[in-house]
C-alpha cells in the first residue's frame, strides 16, 4: 500500500512546536476578575496556598481546625471564580432590576446578621470571656441556612454579574462558607464528642446543612451535574434505608444526626480532604511551578522530538505528551485540552479520522493519571486509605502504567500501518539534539523522585520539587521572579479548586457508606459471588467501579469505589494493594467509557466530532487497558510483588497478549489484514497470554503462530498468483 502524503509534510509550512500547553485556559463558567477585584482574589489565592505551605512545613494547624479552613477557603475562593452557568463573555453587565433587588436585601441582610453574630459570639467569647446565648447562634443557623439556600437559587434564576463582576449570589455564599467554618472551629471542642450522636442540635444540623449545599453547588459548577446525582442518591438512601429490601436495608438516620455525622472526619473532613488538604494542594502548586517555568511546553516539544517522524507521528506523540503531562495535570479532561489542543489537528493532518484523533487523544490522557510518580490525586487518596507507603504504589504502579501506555502505543502504530500514515518532516519538528540539551528541566521530577526514595517524606519532597522548579526555570528565558511565583501560587489555588470541591463532596458519599454500612454489605454480596468464581466477583466490581466513576474526576471515582468495592475484593482474599489498584485503574478508565466519558467528551470538543462517537471511539483504543486490572490478580508481580524472573516473565507474556489484543482489535498482524477468524483466533491467543500460566502461555503462542502460518502462506499464494 503506498503512504499516504500528509499535508503537514510541506516544507513550506512553519516548524511545529509546542507553545502555551502549560498556560491554564478559563473554564466555561470560570470569571476573569479585574481591578480591585480580582487583585484581591489574586492574593487570597496566593494566601490560601501559602497558608497550606506553612502549615505542611513549618507550623502544623491543629488536624480538624485545618481541613475546616481548608475546605472554607476553597469554597470562598470557588464561588468568586466559578459563576453558576456558562458565562456569555462578550456580554456587558447587567443593572439589578427591581425583582432581584427584592430577593437580595432580605438575602444579603440574612446573611450580615449570621456573619456579625458569629463575630459577636467569638468576641464575647475570646475577649470578654462570656460564652454569647443560646438564642444568637440559633439565630445564626438559620439566617445561614435559609440565605444560603436563597442565594443558591438565586444563581440558579439569574444570570448577572457578567465575566469581570461577582455576582451577588455567589458574595453570599463566600461569606456563608466563612459563618459555617467560623461556627464549626467556635464548638470544635463539642462537634468532636456530639456530631453523629442524639446529643446535637437543630443549630448544629442548620449549619452542617449549610456547609453540604456550599460544597454539592460548588461541585455543580466544576464537576457538572454527575457525581451531584450520585451523590444525591447516596443522600436518598441514608433516609430511605428503612423501606429498601434486601442489603440495602438499615435503620435510618435523624436529619441532625445525619448531617452532623457527614461534617466529621468520617465524612468531607476525613480521608478525602485530608489528601485534598496535604498532597493535593502540594503537588498541584508544584504543578503550577512546572506550567509557570514552561516545563509542560517542553515535554510535548521533547515529544514531538523523539516521536514525530514515526509513522502516525502525531499520534505516537501524543500518546508521549500525554503521559508526561499526566504527570503535572490531575484531571484527564484536563490533560487533553492541555495537549489534545495541539496533537489533534496534527493527527488529522497525517490520515487520521478526526474521530480517531480525538479518541486517541483521550485515551492516552486518561493514562496521564497512572504514571508515577504523581498519578494523579487517586494515588494519594489510595495511600491515606489503605496505609501502604505512597513510594510502594509509585513503584507498584510502574509496570501497569508501561502496559497502559504500550497497549495505546501499539493501537495507533497498527491503525498507522493500515492505513499507510507517514510521519512528520525532520524540518518541521524541534531539533532533537537541541531538546536533549535541555533535559535538565526534568530535575525537578527527578528530585521529587530521588528524594522519596531517600526516605524524605512526600510533603518534604514536594516541596523540595517545587523549589528545584523555580530554580530551574533561571536556566531559561522563563525565569521566575517574585511576580512569576506569586502567580504560580495564585494558579496552584485555580488549579486545585475543582479537586478541593470534588474531595469534600465525595467525603459526604464516605461519610452515608460509613454510616450506613452499605460497603460493608456489598462486601459481603461479593464474597457470595466469589464463592461461584471469583472471576464473576471481579467482572461484578469492574462493572461497579466503572459505573461510579462515570462523569466524575478521577479522585472522587477513586475514592467512591474504594469505599464500596475495595473492601469487598479484600474480603475475597485479594491482598489491599491489589485490590485497591484495580479499582483505582477502573476509576481512571471511566473517563473513556461510555456513555459518559469525560476526557472523550472534551477530546470530541477539539476534534469536532460526536461526543458519544468519539468516547466509543477512546474505549476502544484503550479496550487492551481494561484487561490489565484482571491481570493483577492472576500475575501480583506485574504489582512488583514477586522475585525479578517472576516479574520479567510476567511482563514479557503480558506484553505479548497486549499486542496480539491490539492487532485483534486493528485487525492487522505482521503480514498485513486479517480476515474475521483471524481476528478471533488472535483474540483468544491474546486472552490466553492474558491470563497467565505456562499452559495457557503455550495455547496463545500456538494460536498466534497459527495466525502467522496462515499469514505466510495466503501471502505465498498471492505471490505465486
Known amino acids: ?27 466555561h463558567n470560570e470569571r476573569d476578575l479585574t481591578g480591585v477585584v480580582g487583585k484581591i482574589i489574586f492574593f487570597a489565592c496566593v494566601f490560601y496556598t501559602g497558608l497550606h505551605l506553612y502549615a505542611l512545613n513549618i ?78 447562634l440559633q439565630q445564626v443557623a438559620w439566617s445561614l441556612a435559609l440565605s444560603t439556600g436563597a442565594a443558591i437559587i438565586a444563581g440558579w434564576v439569574w444570570k448577572a454579574g457578567g465575566n469581570k463582576r461577582i455576582f451577588w449570589g455567589d458574595l453570599v455564599l463566600m461569606v456563608a462558607a466563612v459563618v459555617v467554618a467560623a461556627y464549626l472551629i467556635f464548638v470544635l471542642q463539642r462537634w468532636r464528642f456530639a456530631a453523629g450522636t442524639p446529643m446535637v442540635s437543630q443549630t448544629d444540623f442548620l449549619v452542617a446543612l449549610a456547609g453540604v449545599m456550599l460544597i454539592m453547588e460548588l461541585t455543580r459548577r466544576v464537576a457538572g451535574l454527575a457525581l451531584i446525582i450520585i451523590t444525591g442518591v447516596f443522600l436518598a438512601y441514608a ?35 485530608a489528601v485534598s488538604s496535604t498532597y493535593i494542594i502540594l503537588f498541584i502548586t508544584f504543578a503550577a511551578f512546572l506550567q509557570a517555568s514552561r516545563v509542560g511546553d517542553y515535554f510535548v516539544n521533547f515529544a514531538f522530538a523523539a516521536a514525530g517522524r514515526a509513522r502516525g507521528g502525531p499520534a505516537k506523540v501524543a500518546v508521549f505528551a500525554s503521559g508526561l503531562m499526566g504527570m503535572i495535570n490531575g484531571t484527564s479532561a484536563g490533560n487533553v485540552v492541555a495537549t489534545g489542543s495541539l496533537t489533534i489537528p496534527l493527527m488529522k493532518k497525517v490520515g487520521y479520522h478526526p474521530r480517531s484523533a480525538g479518541g486517541i487523544e483521550a485515551a492516552a490522557s486518561t493514562g496521564g493519571q497512572i504514571v508515577p510518580p504523581i498519578m494523579g490525586a ?283 489484543l491490539a492487532a485483534s482489535i486493528q485487525g492487522w498482524f505482521i503480514k498485513g489484514h486479517l480476515n474475521g477468524v483471524q481476528r478471533a483466533i488472535l483474540l483468544v491467543a491474546a486472552i490466553s497470554m492474558i491470563a497467565g500460566g505456562l499452559m495457557t502461555d503455550a495455547i496463545g503462542v500456538g494460536l498466534s503462530a497459527v495466525v502467522l502460518f496462515w499469514q505466510l502462506n495466503t501471502a505465498k499464494k498471492a505471490n505465486v498468483a
Not at 512553519?14 to 478559563?26: H, N, T, W
Not at 456558562?86 to 432581584?100: C, F, G, Y
Open 239 to 273: 433516609f430511605a434505608g428503612p423501606y429498601l429490601p434486601g442489603i440495602l436495608e438499615h435503620r435510618g438516620y435523624s436529619m441532625e444526626r445525619f448531617f452532623t455525622y457527614i461534617y466529621t472526619d468520617n465524612g468531607i473532613l476525613g480521608p478525602t480532604t
Open 378 to 660: 487517586g494515588a494519594f487518596i489510595m495511600a491515606e486509605i489503605t496505609g501502604i507507603p505512597y513510594t510502594e504504589i509509585a513503584v507498584a504502579a510502574l509496570i501497569p502504567a508501561a502496559l497502559y501506555f504500550l497497549s495505546i502505543y501499539l493501537m495507533v502504530d497498527l491503525e498507522a500501518r493500515r492505513e499507510g500514515m507517514s510521519g512528520l518532516s525532520k524540518d518541521q519538528l524541534p531539533v532533537f539534539s537541541k531538546m536533549v540539551k535541555q533535559i535538565y528541566l526534568f530535575l525537578p521530577i527527578i528530585i521529587l523522585i530521588s528524594t522519596l526514595f531517600m526516605g524524605y517524606s512526600v510533603i518534604r519532597a514536594g516541596t523540595l520539587a517545587m523549589i528545584s522548579a523555580a530554580v530551574v526555570s533561571w536556566l531559561t528565558p522563563h525565569r521566575m521572579g517574585i511576580r512569576q511565583l506569586l502567580d504560580a501560587l495564585s494558579l496552584g489555588t485555580r488549579m486545585a479548586i475543582p479537586l478541593i470541591a470534588v474531595c469534600a463532596c465525595a467525603g459526604i458519599i464516605v461519610g452515608v457508606i460509613s454510616l450506613t454500612g452499605v460497603g460493608a454489605r456489598f462486601a459481603s454480596m461479593l464474597l457470595g459471588i466469589a464463592d461461584a468464581s471469583q472471576l464473576l466477583a471481579l467482572f461484578f466490581a469492574m462493572c461497579i467501579s466503572i459505573l461510579l466513576g462515570m462523569g466524575m474526576p478521577t479522585t472522587a471515582a477513586y475514592a467512591v469505589a474504594a469505599s464500596v468495592v475495595a473492601p469487598g475484593l479484600q474480603q475475597i482474599g485479594i491482598p489491599p494493594l491489589v485490590a485497591h489498584f484495580f479499582v483505582f485503574y477502573y476509576a481512571v478508565l471511566s473517563a473513556i467509557t461510555p456513555p459518559v466519558a469525560l476526557a472523550g467528551y472534551a477530546a470530541a470538543a477539539i476534534s469536532g466530532t460526536d461526543p458519544l462517537k468519539t468516547a466509543v471511539t477512546s474505549f476502544k483504543f484503550g479496550l487492551a487497558a481494561f484487561i490489565v486490572p484482571f491481570m493483577f490478580f492472576y500475575s501480583p508481580a506485574l504489582l512488583m510483588d514477586g522475585t525479578w524472573n517472576e516479574i520479567l516473565g510476567v511482563v514479557i507474556t503480558a506484553a505479548i497478549g497486549i499486542y496480539l
Open 1 to 27: 500500500m503506498t503512504e499516504k502524503t500528509p499535508a503537514s509534510v510541506d516544507a513550506a509550512e512553519e516548524k511545529i512546536g509546542a507553545e502555551g500547553v502549560s498556560d491554564v485556559p478559563l473554564g
Open 59 to 136: 507550623s502544623p494547624i491543629e488536624t480538624w481546625t485545618f481541613r475546616i479552613i481548608h475546605v472554607a477557603g476553597g469554597l470562598v475562593v470557588g464561588f468568586a471564580l466559578i459563576a453558576a452557568y456558562t458565562l456569555d463573555r462578550q456580554k456587558e453587565p447587567q443593572p439589578l432590576n427591581a425583582i432581584q433587588w427584592a430577593a437580595m436585601l432580605p438575602i444579603a441582610l440574612a446573611m450580615l446578621f449570621a456573619a456579625g453574630g458569629i463575630t459577636f459570639a467569638w468576641m464575647s467569647r475570646e475577649w470578654m470571656g462570656e460564652m454569647p446565648p443560646a438564642w444568637l
